[in-house]
């Protein structure tokens, strides 16, 4: 199964859910990302915060969601459309979610507190993709309206 993080940059929240949801995911499972305009570059806080966690930032980079080595089976965008953010919406016969984290790259204040913010981002996503994976995977893919009732429900969890 692949699994599409997808959000508009395609910088730091769509790279974290990617990166890290490949640092948990079981065999025969693996996240993309992508962006509907991408910014061209993944932050450096968020590489720096992946690291820091243990996690690989080898080839990582923004790209656009037109340049995909592969279909996705699930679409999570993770755009903040509470905030007034555009989420872009992904066409064809694939299972959407929304699992909607603020952007931390437009955090502002002390270096300490923009950390905070991308720290916030990457435990609302690793939380709710270990409550992905610990889903009946197997079981699940099987029956897409049950799946889509966990992912949107995954959605709302925060840590």
């Not at 080839?59 to 999570?76: A, C, E, F, N, Q």
Request: hydrophobic content about 40%; proline content about 7%.
């Amino acid at each position: 199964m692949n699994i599409l993080f997808l959000c508009t940059g395609n910088s730091c929240r769509s790279i974290l859910g990617e990166a890290t949801f490949n640092h948990l995911a079981p065999p025969g499972w693996q996240a993309l990302s992508a962006g509907s305009h991408p910014t061209g570059k993944v932050h450096p806080r968020s590489l720096a915060l992946l690291a820091r966690e243990g996690i690989s930032t080898e080839g990582y980079h923004s790209k656009s969601w037109d340049d995909l080595p592969v279909t996705p089976d699930i679409v999570i965008t993770v755009c903040a459309s509470a905030a007034g953010e555009t989420c872009p919406a992904y066409l064809g016969p694939v299972l959407r979610t929304h699992w909607g984290v603020d952007d931390p790259a437009h955090a502002t204040g002390t270096d300490a507190e923009i950390d905070a913010a991308f720290m916030q981002a990457y435990r609302i996503l690793r939380a709710r993709i270990e409550a992905f994976i610990a889903l009946p995977l197997d079981e699940l893919k099987n029956d897409r309206n049950r799946f889509k009732v966990e992912l949107d429900r995954i959605g709302t969890l925060l840590p």
